[in-house]
DNA sequence: ATCATTGTTCTTACGACGAT
DNA sequence: ATCGTCGTAAGAACAATGAT
């Protein structure tokens, strides 16, 4: 149990840490005594009141403490909207400088990396489970930026909302999903999202596809798809991809069902399409040259 | 006006390789 | 073993353009 000069000297040191704290930006560690303080005096306190040991002198310490803490959080409260009502000003002065700046033919200015990989996990699995249309809207986009940034204290690795913009367009393109929908679904984006329907189904996945599938924009102009079919629980006579596409061959079903799982790859791993491609290559190459050889074909 | 796509530039990490 | 340099892949970001 601490004495009442050792209390009121606790309380001294409480004000001048939190004053100090304020003045200063504080670290991790600053932060943590702060809190240990603030706890520690907040205890003695209460218990030295409740066994009838507080002194007049420590309590009227408390008080003024307590008063003039008060009084500084006002006047910090006033010049946090002050502050905030300049940034806001040099913001809008800034961006109409550089949309300025930029309309004038100079060179373009990148924005300084802080990190060579975004904290893509929110983004990954969003696009996983909505393979069939990884199009987020806008509000499906400030939520991922909200999961993504949920426990991030760091300002320097918060993700921004153009980040994730960016991400979705170069990771459709990158991954393969925008030849896949070229190649397969003619461009059309509800052909792709039944062939993913029947990819997943064909797997055994769990359907969480069915999100997007019956998404409101879709659910707004039904059609009668093999999708639509399938929310109405009218199933096909056959299933998974023979049902969207019954005329295509077995190869190329074979084809698409290799390329749907690299494309998912990707996407939870990384790209790495380049390395993927060579890969690809050197294992095809040798496979000729092997099936050549054994043919007896003379190789170059 | 807003959003997606495409082509492109730029930054960073990393491996190979030679010099010490 | 440890550097410094160089080339390259990956991925983030930008600009122009098109679609709705």
Known sequence: MLSQEEVCQKLLDFEFSVLNA???DVDDVQYEYIRELTTLVGETLSQQQAQGELSLSTLQLGIRVRERLDQLRYVLHEQRHQVQRIQSDTNLELTSILRRHIHTGSSPVYRERRDTTLNAS???DWFLRNLGHPFPTRED???ILAGSNARIRDRTTRLRYNQVVLWFINTRRRCGWT???RKYA???KDTMADIAWALQEE??????TRAWSAGPTKAATPKTTARSAKEANILPAKKGLPAVLPHISEDTAVAMRTEWEQMVERVRYGIKERIGDW???VIRD???SASEERRGTPRK
Request: no cysteine; aromatic share 8%.
């Open 179 to 181: 030849s896949f929908l």
């Open 122 to 124: 929110f983004m990954r």
């Open 203 to 208: 797997q055994g996945g769990t359907h969480e």
């Open 186 to 188: 003619n461009g059309n």
């Open 286 to 288: 040798t496979h000729s």
């Open 22 to 24: 304020l003045a200063t």
């Open 279 to 281: 890969m690809d290559e």
């Open 141 to 143: 986009k400030q939520a």
